[in-house]
């Protein structure tokens, strides 16, 4: 039961891996133009030779990682200084989320079918450490603050939370149906999980770990974001197209902004929202201020994953119908 239960949820999830690899035995098409607007521009594209499926950020050394969501799972280093792949490492089978922790130079890959977290040392791009997880897990956030990792598994709809001092599980949350994106907001010690069989967002207090509460949100979250300045959560719904703002003070719905959704990143430094849709093949940027959109960039080739640099301004879509990553450059939005 749980195999068939994995190969399921592998399958329907959002942003799963074999979905996408039904599309990728096609052609790679060659990629189009992308549109210039004041608020970004496209100053690379970084040939990553796999379909990328995760990608995350340290700012303080400046690299990026993403993840090849196939078998034998890699992931790869990038430099945001050469924006050139520097070395690839290997994972556990059907890696997707990665997240990067500045404090301790430390990375965090999620593997779905090895249900594995991959701790790699960023200093010497090498595994030191497999936690074992929950049941597929796909999504992973850090509180650099606490040096805690959660990890959401998608096969029984729970968070794993591991303890960067000594890499092993010290608890596990149970969550809403299929956790498919999760962030953690390090001020207010709290992580949000978008479940996409709920319609809903899951309020996780990082000192109890326990969920606070429960907030429903648009159809089928596949993406979360929090800005930890301004206390805001921005979830992205790809059924009905539209991001739901959630006030992290009152744990409620202040706004809902009409646009085409599935991947979302934030960048505090700036209080703007990157917004991914491999329907439409666009990046949305999303003022968040006024929670609206204020420019569209085109030409991209099934954007999904997208992380933020926040010391540089410098946005990363991973093109998971190309086998590349998109470099933006962008200003105040």
Known sequence: MRLIQRAVILVTAAAAPLALMASATTAAPVSPAHAVTSACRVTATIPVSFVPLGVGVNPKTNTIYATNGFVPGTLAVISGRTNTVTTTIPVGSFPFGVAASPKTDTIYVASQAADTVSVISGKTNTVVAT????????????NPKTNTIYAANLGDDTVSVIS?????VVATIPVGGLPDAIAASPKTNTIYVANFFDHTVSVIS???????ATIPVGSAPTGVAANPKTSTIYVANVFDNTVSVISGKTNSVIATIPVAAEGIAANPKTNTIYVTSRSGN????????TNTVVATLTGFIDPFAVAVDPKTNTVYVANSGDESLSVLACGRG
Do not use: C, E, F, L
């Open 131 to 142: 936690i074992p997880v929950g049941s597929a897990p796909n999504p992973i956030t850090v």
């Open 164 to 168: 960067g001092k000594t890499n092993t």
């Open 206 to 212: 990082g000192k109890t770990n326990t969920v606070v």
């Open 282 to 289: 666009i990046v949305s940027v999303i003022s968040g201020k």
